[in-house]
């Protein structure tokens, strides 16, 4: 059967009001869009279904949201990851991993997230 690959979107940030501002500001992407508190919640619904999109805060109530990163990006290279932070990441370690400016305009943060899926690619399963 050719079932085409929905689209899928992860947000975690361990501020509740962060994700509900998220939740408002995706509506009209298309796609599925999930929400997480924190690092592990967020990789076990990685583990339930592959992201195209996910963008992290930076500070996670169980590690760090460019460690989380890392990890998706490890292990699902093609998945498009943002770093939703108030300093883009001084470290080296962040190859691949765009940066969204945490004080940036709804617009600009929406901007950026259609941008992403633009520049995703699907190949068949």
Known sequence: MGAKKM??????DEDPRSLA???RLVKDLPGCKRFARGAAEALALV???APA???SGDLLPDGDGLGL??????RYPRTACALH???P???S???GITWMDRAAPPAEVHALLRALVAGLTFSPA
């Not at 689209?7 to 975690?12: C, G, H, M, P, Y």
């Open 7 to 12: 689209l899928t979107f992860l947000f975690v």
């Open 21 to 23: 501002a998220l939740r």
């Open 47 to 49: 583990r339930e279904e």
């Open 53 to 55: 999109v996910v963008v």
């Open 69 to 74: 990163l890392e990890q998706v990006r490890e």
């Open 85 to 87: 932070a108030a300093n």
């Open 89 to 91: 990441p001084v470290t």
């Open 93 to 95: 370690r962040a190859r």
